[in-house]
């Protein structure tokens, strides 16, 4: 049949079962725009407040669902704005697709109008960009597109569409989407000989749970092996839920913000078994000493994530799920007591602790899991809430915990709330942002209520830019530059202004009853909880340091008495 560019553009979304896109729209992208109108029964549009909100809700779309999110805006700025949430999702392997529209064909190269070579600025952040200037190949570039952003280690994927392409027309055949199976070719025979060999000579083994765990979806072969060989687990950022944070062979994060038994358990283990992570610097400290009494087993899909960052004894390659479940087959049940009661000890001697005669992050976490039974999906912007968020919910079950591990991106959170309740509309779900991060996007507040569902946005407020402020203390002498936010911004008032219900929190006594009215009310609320501008994040590993040399306020108070 004969469709337009845009309307082959939207049937190829419902192809591949595309349910909702989150979106800005311009002149270049008029054509699309219009028909999604004609679409409007099949494929849900959410109108974000800014071009990098509809990045952000693709992304929190996609970690939450496990499906490809998609987002779209017009060219130049409209296209520019997506850059950063393209980026945050390509280093956190999110499959997102993006589409943008171009000017014609004829404008191309001239400094037209609007006019940016957006395939090419995404190209380093993206697993594949394109601009289709042919509408004979628009089609199946769309279906490429799919594909390449949901298979082998997923990612981000641009498709730009000259305008005058979105309004040509062209014959269109509908086509079920090619089939993503799970990376087994590279998952040698001798590899797993080798890993089921390291396993049964290891004493002391220690699981770390990476990203690619949750991405894959093996926690239930993780809780398996962990069990069946008696080896603690810890996790990073991206592996929260991965492992049940409920589970008692769990020990916390590990890395700059971890907890004492995951750093001294990884410290002193003789066998390293790593699911699915890149050795990010945040968790290896010095790589050169990092679990250097340990053999380590890293199990990756990507290859070129093996002997990156730290050198390995032996890895296998491919699907983490796949490689496990054939681990299993092998693998025989293993006592280590002695290991893991000094585990045990370890997590009783070294628990996360905080102030509990003041309002703090973590106590209100705390409350929050209390209140949820820690069943929402939370998400977090970054800096000392997202470590607070990380070390004091426990994350039972994968992808429940969305955050921007690799880069880190302020102001992720809330479109990642919007897209994962789109995503997901049963679960409660909660972001978490310090009021630096808050006021980055906070216009998307006004998104959440045009949605019109149930959202929780609690802000951390210690009205000071506080991860910085807490490295300016520890490692500058006390020089707060330019991270004191001393104006007159008042959350309260804006969440209200933009259609939200709002509440300010200032004392303990007042954080339960906020939650419960929070999560029982039947909108966007936002809590603006004001805590103290110099509580601190610990444990701390110091960048660079080895992660044995973790540290917390009662190791500062004993060195400073000395």
Known sequence: MQLTGAEIIIECLKEQGVDTVFGYPGGAILNVYDALYKYRDEIHHVLTSHEQGAAHAADGYARATGKVGVCMATSGPGATNLVTGIATAYMDSVPVVAITANVGKPLLGKDSFQEVDIAGIVMPITKHSYIVKDITKLADTMRKAFYIAKSGRPGPVLVDVTKDVTGAFYDYSPRRPATVNRETSEIHREDVETAVEMICEAKKPFIFVGGGSVISGASTEIAELSHRIQAPVCDSLMGKGGFSGEDPYYTG??????????????????????????????????????????????????AAEINKNVLVDAYIEGDIREVLRRLLEEVPEKKHPQWMEHIQEMKAKYPLNYDHTQLTGPYIIEKLYELTDGDAIITTDVGQHQMWTAQYYKYKEPRTFLSSGGLGTMGFGLGAAIGAKMGRPEKTVVNIAGDGCFRMNMNEIATAVRCGKPLVQIVLNNHVLGMVRQWQTLFYDHRYSHTVLNDAVDFVKIAEGMGAKAV?????????????????YNGPIVLDCWIDQDLSVFPMVPAGANIDDVFDEEDMKNEQSV
């Open 253 to 302: 994060m590990l890395g700059m913000h971890g907890t004492k038994t995951s750093n001294l358990g990884v410290s002193q283990c003789d066998l390293l078994i790593v699911l699915g992570a890149r050795f990010s610097d945040r968790v290896t400290g010095n790589a050169k000493t990092f679990a250097n009494k340990a053999k380590i087993l890293q199990i990756d899909i990507d």
């Open 504 to 520: 300010r929190v200032t004392k303990m006594e007042e954080v339960e009853p906020a939650l419960r009215e929070a999560l029982s």
